[in-house]
């Protein structure tokens, strides 16, 4: 087909069993949960066919007004060739304007997106599995909290900190659909993880924390009475824990990169690592 035969327009909640079923066919395990979720909180757009129908879907989300991330981004496999996964992208990149921008590529898609002035800034790990063991809640001298309306300020103000931009609307959302604890050491929020039900079971994610130990000991509080699948996205910060998730019957199942366009965020201001995503297409 040529160029011409294909428009962008909108995403509409109606796309999404559709776009569920593209998300399905490249194995990628997200429900329609997940997708409500993701579309919610973003800015997706379809391109369809001349006849109308759907022939791949992206989205974005937006963190302010200097960066966003780009996310589920497909285009089923009779369609591929025809340079709509470009046509896409040029869509979200005049969407977002000055914006930095930030995926996650897997291997199919990286040329696209280096085509498209992306580079490679490091490395997400995804681990998952059944929970073979849960991890004994250690012992420190934290102040371990679940997160509530109070609570919820301070654990947005160090995300916010820590990753240079604001993502208030997203950790409300998340915080709304899961569980979630924060760590203080002196009344100081120090870190804080979450854990929803998403995929083929639960994401636990976003993890920020000072140091491993905090890490450690916040997962740890929140894995202490689950049973069933479990899934991380770690980034390159998480590798000294790594082992110690992969003890309780975990597996890293696939690994990533991590792209940037622009300034690469996050910050690092307020001393805390990033551990763990929220997903891959959230950051």
């Known amino acids: 087909m040529d160029k011409t035969d294909f428009t962008v327009r909108e995403m509409r909640e109606s796309d999404l069993p559709t776009c569920l079923t593209f998300t399905q066919q490249v194995n990628w395990p997200h429900r329609m949960i997940d997708w409500q979720l993701h579309f919610s909180m973003g800015n997706g757009s379809i391109i369809e066919d001349s006849k109308g129908d759907i022939a791949g879907c992206i989205l974005w989300w937006d963190y302010g007004s200097n960066y966003a991330t780009v996310g589920l981004v497909v285009v089923p496999s009779h369609m591929q060739g025809n340079g709509l996964g470009r046509t896409l992208m040029d869509t979200?990149?005049?969407?977002?304007?000055?914006r930095s921008l930030q995926l996650v590529a897997t291997v199919a898609g990286k040329r696209l997106y280096q085509q498209c002035g992306f580079v490679e800034r490091g490395a997400i790990y995804q681990?998952?599995?059944?929970?073979t063991t849960q991890p004994v809640p250690t012992e420190s001298n934290l102040d371990i909290e679940a997160?509530?309306?109070?609570?919820?300020?301070?654990?947005?103000?160090?995300?916010?900190?820590t990753y240079g931009c604001s993502r208030q609307k997203l950790l409300t959302a998340v915080a709304q659909s899961g569980k979630g604890l924060i760590a203080y050491r002196d009344d100081k929020a120090v870190g804080f993880a979450m854990l929803r039900t998403s995929g083929h079971g639960q994401t636990l994610g976003p993890?920020?924390?000072e140091s491993d130990n905090i890490a450690k000991a916040l997962i740890s509080r929140l894995l202490c009475n689950e049973t069933g699948f479990i899934r991380f996205d770690l980034s390159e910060n998480a590798l000294n824990i790594k082992p110690w998730?992969?003890?309780?019957?975990?597996?890293e199942v696939d690994k990533v990169s991590l792209m940037v366009k622009g300034a690469f965020l996050p910050s690092n201001a307020s001393g805390v690592r990033i551990y763990s995503l929220v997903s891959q297409a959230f950051g």
């Open 207 to 209: 993890v920020l924390a």
């Open 127 to 131: 681990v998952q599995g059944q929970l």
């Open 92 to 98: 979200v990149m005049s969407q977002t304007g000055a």
């Open 245 to 251: 998730l992969e003890s309780f019957g975990l597996t």
């Open 147 to 161: 997160i509530d309306d109070t609570s919820l300020n301070d654990m947005q103000a160090l995300d916010a900190c």
